[in-house]
Every structure is written in structure tokens, then in C-alpha cells.
T-cell receptor
């Protein structure tokens, strides 16, 4: 069974708006990662946040991690049509890494 | 882009036939993985390798075998393909694992259809 559960499953917004995706998980983690997948392509790593970190930024991306609630969120600010893709969280713990089913983001121009 | 090449990219085969998917990397990363991606399931680990001739099972290993005779190549074999193995298969590589698990680099995927 998958470790991370993304919410919502699908999200549709207008260009320029912010997009927030959430990930909940069930067990301990060493780190949590977010990946992006364009249609028909492989996954691309976006950002990694360690279990002892609470927030991380990378360009227009902001990731938060709340280990007490076993949840993480990915915020994409000022979204663009090119951000249209599926976004996956992945939890890493010891020798195990599990992916969620993803959030499908559509950004309308 | 990480140097990962999967072949074939698309394959249609019949139930009961053997199928081998190949992953080739030019990054000299120690760890290599095979995942399958199905709607509603995200990515699920089939097998992984932590060195030449060193492999281990993942979450959904039944019906699959792997081999790694060289650092750069990781093969996934379906000995007798079934319709339930219709999926998109992704190869991934990483430098670290366990406590040092970091970024995974993915190939472009191999779409397999078993009729």
C-alpha cells in the first residue's frame, strides 16, 4: 500500500493563482520528497525536506512538514500554464521509499 | 537531465510471453530501481539493486525478476507476462539509500501492454 496520500486528487486553477497540495503519511520518515510528472514523462525531483525541518523554499515552491500531524504541503505560487502536471509526494524511511497516487494540477491560461 | 535510458519505450505482447525491459545509466549511481505506475496506485517498487549482482525485492515483486551484471545496466524480466502486468514501468537511480536516501532520477518510462 502507498505511504503518502495526496489531497486533493485533482486541482484546477487559473494562471497566477497559488496551488496548494497536501500529503499525509502513516509512519516515521527520514525525509519527504515532492516530484512532478508531466504527461507521458518520467518523474522529476522538486524538493526534499528532512524530518527535522519544518519549511523549505525553492523558487516558487514552498514545502512545509509537520511530523506531529504526519503531513506535508506543497505550495506553488503564481502558477503558470507550464506547471500543469501531476505532483507526487514520496516518503523515505530507512530502506523504504513510498509514493502517493498524486495530485493532478491543471493551470488554465 | 540524468543519463537514464529505458528500452523499449513501448511494447505490446501476448499473455504468456517473456518480456525484458532494460535500464541503462551513465551516472555511475550505485542504486537502481524498477517501479510500476498504475492509475490510482502511484508508483510501486518492484525490485531494486544496491550493486552489481546485488538485488532485493520490493513491494510488488511477484512475477518479476531482475539482474544487474554491470553497474550501468539493470534488467527487468517478466518470465510469463500476464494482463495484470500491463503498466508503465519506470527505472530510477540514486546515489544513496536508507538513512542517506536522497533524490531519485527517473527514466522516461516503458509502456507495456499485455494482451
Amino acid at each position: 500500500s502507498q505511504q503518502g496520500e495526496e489531497d486533493p486528487q485533482a486541482l484546477s486553477i487559473q494562471e497566477g493563482e497559488n496551488a496548494t497540495m497536501n500529503c499525509s503519511y502513516k509512519t516515521s520518515i527520514n525525509n519527504l520528497q515532492w516530484y512532478r510528472q508531466n504527461s507521458g514523462r518520467g518523474l522529476v525531483h522538486l524538493i526534499l525536506i528532512r524530518s527535522n525541518e519544518r519549511e523549505k523554499h525553492s523558487g516558487r515552491l514552498r514545502v512545509t512538514l509537520d511530523t506531529s500531524k504526519k503531513s506535508s504541503s506543497l505550495l506553488i505560487t503564481a502558477s503558470r500554464a507550464a506547471d500543469t502536471a501531476s505532483y507526487f509526494c514520496a516518503t523515505a524511511y530507512n530502506n523504504d521509499m513510498r509514493f502517493g497516487a498524486g495530485t493532478r494540477l491543471t493551470v488554465k491560461p | 537531465d540524468a543519463g537514464i535510458t529505458q528500452s523499449p519505450r513501448h511494447k505490446v505482447t501476448e499473455t504468456g510471453t517473456p518480456v525484458t525491459l532494460r535500464c541503462h545509466q551513465t551516472e555511475n549511481h550505485r542504486y537502481m530501481y524498477w517501479y510500476r505506475q498504475d492509475p490510482g496506485h502511484g508508483l510501486r517498487l518492484i525490485h531494486y539493486s544496491y550493486g552489481v549482482k546485488d538485488t532485493d525485492k520490493g513491494e510488488v515483486s511477484d512475477g518479476y525478476s531482475v539482474s544487474r551484471s554491470k553497474t550501468e545496466d539493470f534488467l527487468l524480466t517478466l518470465e510469463s507476462a500476464t494482463s495484470s502486468q500491463t503498466s508503465v514501468y519506470f527505472c530510477a537511480i540514486s546515489e544513496g539509500r536508507g538513512l542517506n536516501t536522497g533524490e531519485l532520477f527517473f527514466g522516461e518510462g516503458s509502456r507495456l501492454t499485455v494482451l
